[in-house]
């Protein structure tokens, strides 16, 4: 993997347009060195050594993405059907490069009893195959567990995981029908239905259950996995953030991140209150959210928005910055800040992560737009070259 090599080639970027955090530079060259950015200079200067030639490409940073599902889908692409977990890491590693995510925080969810891959020994022993295999994907890998709020099992899990230090980001999720995400219990079930085959009695059943667990006990579990985050400095987020008064409450609990707000008014709060809000890159190219709750187009065009994630779709994010660009949302810097800079001073990495600084990784994308679709033509991860097209 990336980060085992102790050499690294030295070799330049030149002639392209560099998207830094507040400007573009155009014909302007990066130069790097045992996988570090050294200097980035006007033109191009004297270099005996390799040469990329960016003409007419542009030069983004790596996308951080701080919340993928995607792990999920690869090892069960339909109901009950799985993939090696292997297979499924390694395969979707190869894609994440290619769709210019150079850090991912594989997303894992503990919710015992309900549905496909979430449930909390699976969610486990995934998370410690990630680890098992670190060093030899190309992607930097980090850990987002999701702790469902009604799942009291999921403790014993989370709490060795978090002491072993197998943990970067965890998040707060409440699935419960007549919140958050699903305000209507007809809404949840028409999505849990589809997507994940479950009869009417069984969803009956889920609800129950969760209904049942979150009148008993729920507060007591959340203050222990809390304390045991802060302990451990781990990022805090929450999950379908509805109203001001939840995000009072998770304010005091220490929540940085508010993921997927349902509505305008929760994020407009959270971000006044120094939360970083996210949204996800798919709501941004289809326009709408799958269950119509916010918008992801308008909370950034009133500046109530400032990370974006792939959420379940990887390929969605390169996509979802020029969607912004060219609905006149943003500019090209803020939208790319929104994939790179934000997240990762969320995650408390961009010391070394999220922007074409002097110092910095050397974690970026070489992207092609004109043949009037951006594409991706080079990744690199560490100064590594992880994905390349002939085309």
């Not at 990329?52 to 889908?73: M, Q, R, V, W």
């Amino acid at each position: 993997m990336l980060n085992n090599k102790t050499a690294h080639s030295s070799f330049a970027i030149c002639n392209t347009n560099v998207v830094t955090e507040d400007t573009v530079l155009t014909n302007a060259s990066v130069y790097i060195n045992n996988g570090t950015i050294t200097d980035i200079v006007y033109g191009d200067k004297s270099w005996k050594g390799h040469v990329i030639d960016g003409t007419n490409k542009y030069l983004f940073p790596g996308f951080i993405d701080i919340h993928s599902d995607a792990i999920e889908k690869e090892i069960e692409p339909r109901p009950n059907t799985l993939f090696p977990v292997d297979y499924a890491l390694f395969e979707l590693d190869k894609k994440l490069a290619a769709c210019g995510i150079t850090t991912t925080y594989y997303s894992l969810s503990f919710a015992e009893m309900e549905v496909g891959l979430r449930s909390n020994s699976m969610a486990a022993s995934i998370i410690e195959r990630i680890h098992g295999l670190k060093n030899m994907l190309t992607v930097h890998a980090k850990i987002h567990a999701r702790y469902e709020i009604t799942d009291y099992a999921a403790i014993p899990h989370l709490k060795k995981l978090i002491e072993d230090g197998k943990i970067d980001l965890l998040s707060i999720m409440d699935h419960t029908p007549g919140q958050g995400q699903f305000k209507e219990i007809t809404s949840y079930k028409e999505y849990y239905g589809k997507v994940y085959q479950k009869t009417d009695r069984e969803l009956d059943n889920i609800i129950k259950r969760k209904m049942d667990a979150k009148n008993n006990g729920v507060a007591e579990a959340l203050e222990f996995i809390i304390k045991l985050c802060r302990e451990q400095n781990i990022v805090l987020a929450s999950h379908d953030d509805d109203s001001a008064n939840k995000i009072c409450q998770l304010l005091k609990m220490g929540v940085t991140i508010s993921e997927f707000p349902v509505n305008l008014d929760a994020a407009r709060y959270a971000m006044e209150h120094g939360i970083h809000v996210c949204v996800g890159a798919p709501n941004i190219v289809r326009g709408n959210s799958q269950l119509k709750n916010l918008n992801a187009r308008e909370a950034i065009a009133q500046g109530i928005c400032d990370i974006i994630c792939s959420d379940y779709a990887p390929s969605a994010i390169l996509h979802a910055i020029f969607t912004l660009v060219n609905n006149g949302i943003c500019s090209l810097p803020q939208a790319v800040r929104m994939c790179s800079l934000n997240p990762a001073t969320a995650v408390g990495i961009s010391d070394k992560k999220g922007s074409i600084s002097i110092g910095k990784d050397a974690d970026f994308i070489l992207v092609d737009i004109s043949f009037g679709i951006p594409r991706i033509i080079k990744t690199f991860a560490n100064g590594i070259e992880i994905f390349s097209t002939s085309c």
